[in-house]
């Protein structure tokens, strides 16, 4: 028997063998060579993941330290309602109601939604979270966030600000310094396995991110709490549409309180009314009134034009420009001091007074008092108020502006003209920062800015003793007397533009403002209060001094300031003969 | 004759058992040890993971407590606190000063605190949310940021505003002509 000749199938089997080597060899190279890019991607895409390391937010303190505004972990909570059965929605809502703190109908409500996602509770505690996290439900998720907590809520809510549901600043303090609280994002990339767990002879990399620094305020939490209180109160106590207070101390002209009533509560943003400034203090600017006769008085004292005991024969109305200025209180022509002019707030001697200076001279000190101009305070929407450029005066205009009518002013900035009387002349735009802290610890201070000499500290100190008069017996301020203290200040009552009346002013919208520097023979702070248009047109005397004095009180205590023990001197408002020592109270000579 | 050719001797060879034996142990001693190193450092992982999330626990509860310890602390808590055990304000004190010469003089009157404490503010609502409404779920709107800054207007009548911001204040009003009022 002849066996099957061997060489031919040697050869097609070396052939065939070649051939699948070929196909084997060509697929190797295909894979390695030409597509080696994409799986080693799609490798690399399954086990390398990589996160964000999300920066947390900065912490805005008051000048003590305590927090303000700072961010906190929290969960979301949310549902795929087609995962879970119908049958069982009535007992997840049982389970969840009472750690959610909704009522049952209401989970049910958000379990029954159409579609694959709905939200069941925003910015939940981890703890409650795990709680429910362990309850093991399907078709329930958790999913980290993080909550801007305002542990004062509605407390100097006004400066603070808040943010926006992605975290980023709307408005305030949160807002200017957004970009320091928001600190940078980081990330992280590892690889896993199947279950997420990090493989541990994987190389991790890491971009650490930049936490927030701490942005610290001037504020004291404990006064904007206390002088919030006493605004609110005012407020439906005296028929008012609003009031507003500033507090700055006197030789850095920092601000200790900036406040108004209905502040809105920062950790709510439905609070906000659209309708008004979200920082009144700031933003919005009123006729001053008699308080801007300081500026006319400092000037006046600086020029040489009056000296304390100057007599200046007062009729009960004037006519200047054409227009025809009379006085608050009827009275025959009678000689006041120049003391007694500022003291019982009059009108018709401040013009007077006020055209000795001639007009260039007092718009000059205006401008130096800062009227009109921005005073650069950290916040948005700073509104400048409004000084009538003398260019635009018409001849009746100088017979408005000297007592605080036709010009406009936030209560900011009326502070700020007290706390250049209050510091020997010198102006120092207030502040609201002090300092920034990086999240290395590094503090870098807010440097003060440069003072502005508005007066000389002689001239200051007179214009403060006069002032003093006007908080004693026989002035329009006594009613912001503290007993035991020295009590410089002065009282306001500006008529607000009627709209029902073209714009003309009425005779029973007031702004009552009143602004005072305490102790006034060692000043540590002044208080400036704007009260909007009070029921009966009360005034300035009967409103807003009494809100000074109970502030004053207690940032006095809070401030372990003693009272020095001496006593204001008694300066006589009149010219006193024997006809005025009988007629007139014993206060006035 | 013939040359002898010399003899080979077989080389000895170093005995082979153990050779291989010790070969064979190096190998399934070094994967023993490869595969305990490896173990452990998953065991760790492992243990890794139980640590982080016991640790997210306990940072968890931190956090809330601190949240509860801030909100307690703030001073619209505290009023109400010292409210309900009947505490008020106290007013301003009279002072006691002491001369040099030892005579004490009285600053100030004393008298008793009052009786009503301040009232506590609650935050006004403006806007109710028809569903509860989570605490960051709106936008704050940013007209709000800007304030009113009232605009100088030059003329002679004020623009009639409908809500009541401070207006501007118009450069030649009629001032205090015949009215009662006037300024103090």
């Known amino acids: 028997m002849r066996l099957g000749s061997l060489h031919p199938r040697l050869r097609y089997g070396f052939v065939a063998v070649c051939t699948l080597l070929l196909v084997i060899g060509g697929r190797l190279v295909q894979l390695q060579g030409l597509d080696h890019s994409s799986y080693a991607d799609a490798a690399q895409a399954q086990r390398v993941d990589t996160i964000a390391l999300h920066a947390s937010r900065g912490t805005i303190t008051d000048r003590f330290g305590t927090p303000l505004a700072y961010t906190s972990d929290a969960q979301d909570i949310t549902v795929n309602p087609q995962q879970i059965a119908v049958v069982q929605k009535a007992s997840y809502a049982a389970q969840l109601a009472p750690l959610l703190g909704m009522t049952p109908t209401a989970v049910m409500g958000v379990l029954a939604k159409p579609g694959q996602y709905a939200v ?22 958790t999913q980290a966030t993080t909550q801007r907590q305002y542990p004062g809520r509605t407390v100097a809510a006004n400066v603070v600000g808040t943010v926006h549901s992605d975290g980023t600043g709307a408005a305030g303090v949160e807002y200017v310094f957004n970009k320091t609280l928001a600190g940078k994002d980081g990330s992280e990339t590892y690889a896993v396995d199947n279950l997420g767990n990090v493989s541990p002879s994987s190389r991790t990399v890491r971009d650490a ?35 507003e207070a500033a507090i700055l101390d006197t030789r850095t002209g920092q601000v200790l309180a900036l406040a108004s009533s209905g502040t809105f509560d920062a950790s709510d943003p439905n609070t906000i009314d659209p309708n008004v400034p979200i920082d009144p203090p700031v933003m919005a600017a009123f006729e001053p009134g008699s308080v801007q006769k300081a500026i006319t008085f400092a000037a006046a004292l600086q020029e040489g034009t009056i000296k304390p005991d100057t007599v200046v024969s007062v009729p009960n109305s004037i006519t200047m420009g054409g227009a025809n200025v009379s006085d608050a ?120 800015p440069a003072g502005i000499t508005v007066v000389t500290p002689q001239t200051a100190r007179t214009l403060r003793t006069m002032l003093e008069s006007v908080i004693m017996p026989g002035g329009t301020g006594k009613k912001a007397a503290v007993p035991g203290y020295r009590i410089a200040g002065k009282t306001g009552t500006a008529q607000q533009p009627d709209p029902a009346h073209g714009g003309a002013y009425s005779s029973y919208m007031n702004w009552d403002t009143f602004a005072g520097i305490a102790p006034a023979d060692d000043p540590q702070f002044v208080v400036a209060i704007m009260v909007d248009n009070p029921a009966h047109g009360v005034e300035g005397g009967d409103v807003a001094a009494p809100l000074f ?22 300066v006589p408002l009149q010219v006193c003969d024997a006809v005025t020592r009988v007629s007139s109270p014993s206060t006035v000579c | 004759m013939m040359a002898r050719r010399p003899v080979r001797h077989r080389p000895k060879h170093a005995p082979r058992v ?81 001369g040099a010469d030892g005579t004490v003089r009285l600053l100030g009157s004393p008298a008793p605190a009052t009786a009503q404490p301040l009232p506590v503010i609650a935050a006004p609502k403006v806007s109710k949310a028809s569903t509860p409404s989570p605490a960051k779920s709106s936008n704050v709107p940013t007209s709000v940021l800007t304030g009113h800054t009232p605009k100088p207007t030059t003329s002679s009548t004020a623009k009639s505003k409908p809500t009541p911001p401070p207006a501007t204040p118009t450069t030649t009003p009629t001032p205090t002509t015949t009215l009662p009022g006037g300024t103090r």
């Open chain 1, 329 to 448: 209180w009827w009275h025959p022509t009678e000689k006041f001091t120049a003391t007694g002019v500022l003291a019982e707030s009059s009108n018709v001697g401040t013009l007077e007074i006020a055209q000795k200076l001639g007009p260039q001279v007092w718009d000059s000190y205006e401008q130096k008092f800062g009227v009109g101009q921005q005073t650069g305070i950290e916040l948005p929407g700073e509104s400048s108020g409004f000084l009538p450029p003398m260019s635009t005066w018409s001849p009746s205009t100088f017979a408005n502006l000297p007592f605080g009518q036709g010009e406009s002013m936030t209560v900011l900035q009326l502070a700020s003209i007290y706390q250049a009387i209050a510091n020997d002349g010198v102006r120092i735009p207030p502040r609201i920062v002090k300092s920034i802290t990086a999240p290395s610890g590094t503090v870098t201070a807010t440097s003060q």
């Open chain 1, 549 to 570: 004095k109970k502030i004053a009180a207690y940032e006095l205590q809070h401030a372990h300031i003693a009272p020095t023990g001496s006593l204001s001197t008694h």
């Open chain 1, 209 to 243: 991110p930049q936490n927030g620094g701490t942005v610290a305020l001037t504020i004291d939490q404990n006064l904007q709490f206390v002088v919030q209180q006493y605004l609110e109160a005012a407020v439906p106590q005296s028929g008012a549409r609003s009031a």
């Open chain 1, 120 to 141: 069941l509770a925003n910015a939940l505690s981890p703890v409650v979270a795990q709680k429910i996290e362990a309850l093991q439900l399907e078709g329930v998720y």
């Open chain 2, 18 to 98: 153990p050779f291989a034996l010790l070969v064979v142990g190096l190998i399934v001693g070094g994967m023993c040890a490869l595969l305990a190193l490896n173990t452990a450092s998953a065991a760790n992982e492992l243990n890794r993971h139980d640590l982080a999330l016991k640790d997210a626990d306990i940072s968890a509860q931190l956090q809330q407590l601190q949240n509860e310890v801030a909100a307690s602390a703030a001073p619209g808590a505290l009023g109400s606190a010292a409210a309900e055990l009947g505490m008020v304000p106290a007013g301003n004190p009279a002072f006691l000063q002491v």
